[in-house]
């Protein structure tokens, strides 16, 4: 068992944000390089009326027709934020899970709301990230549920789907902080079908703790923010 560390310096350019795929492979005669133990950085600037965050899952509670097996874990990264007039909402949610050996993605295509509630702060003051917590936000979209066992043939399950994320940011590092994630098929008044929820407590999907990972809000013009 050994340790390594690496200083990385990231240049995202005019980029708000931009993910990476962080692996560690270790040369000579060990082979392992397995996509599951890789994990994602989300490297971004502090931009007002923005959510952003990356991290997993346990899924201890998953329901629907598309549940995550009990115990694994479910990755997930999301980027979204107004634009500089405040009108338009742009950016994307990925969710990965697993259902015995096929892995899932949930990935938003469609952004319709974004609400993000917190105190107010100014970012002048030294502290003003922790003045402003928790805060708290709910992200709705239309998503795309894809079987990806075969990456570059993957089997799309369901289009034009309910996505639905909610989130509280308790602190700088994650340890506090809280997600939830639902996917429903139907719209219109017809009767919905629950096709995915990382935590069902038998009436809704609630939140639960992060076992890795931060997520982030930035609010500073207002209280609250739809």
Request: proline share 4%; with cysteine; charged share 20%.
């Amino acid at each position: 068992i050994g340790t390594a560390a690496c200083l990385w310096h990231v240049d995202i350019g005019d980029a708000d944000a931009v993910p990476f795929q962080i692996g560690v492979v270790v040369g000579d005669r060990y082979t392992n390089n397995l996509s599951p133990e890789q994990t994602t950085v989300t490297v971004a600037k502090p931009i007002a009326d923005h959510i952003i965050g990356g991290g997993y899952l346990q899924l201890n509670a998953s329901a629907g027709a598309y549940a995550g097996d009990t115990g694994s874990k479910a990755q997930f990264e999301f980027n979204v934020k107004f634009d500089r007039r405040g009108k338009h909402l742009h950016g994307q949610a990925t969710l990965w899970f697993r259902i015995g050996n096929r892995p899932y993605q949930i990935t938003t295509n469609a952004i319709q709301s974004l609400g993000v509630v917190g105190h107010e702060a100014d970012p002048r003051r030294w502290r003003w990230y922790e003045e402003a917590l928790p805060q708290t936000a709910q992200f709705e979209a239309k998503a795309t549920l894809m079987d990806i066992t075969n990456r570059r043939r993957p089997i799309v399950l369901g289009e034009d789907l309910s996505f639905q994320m909610t989130m509280t940011d308790s602190g700088k590092h994650g340890v506090a902080d809280t997600i939830s994630f639902t996917l429903w098929e139907g719209k219109n008044g017809r009767e919905q079908r629950l096709l995915f929820s990382s935590a069902w407590d038998g009436n809704q999907t609630i939140e639960q703790p992060l076992i890795r990972g931060n997520l982030r809000m930035y609010n500073w013009g207002s209280i609250a923010r739809w």
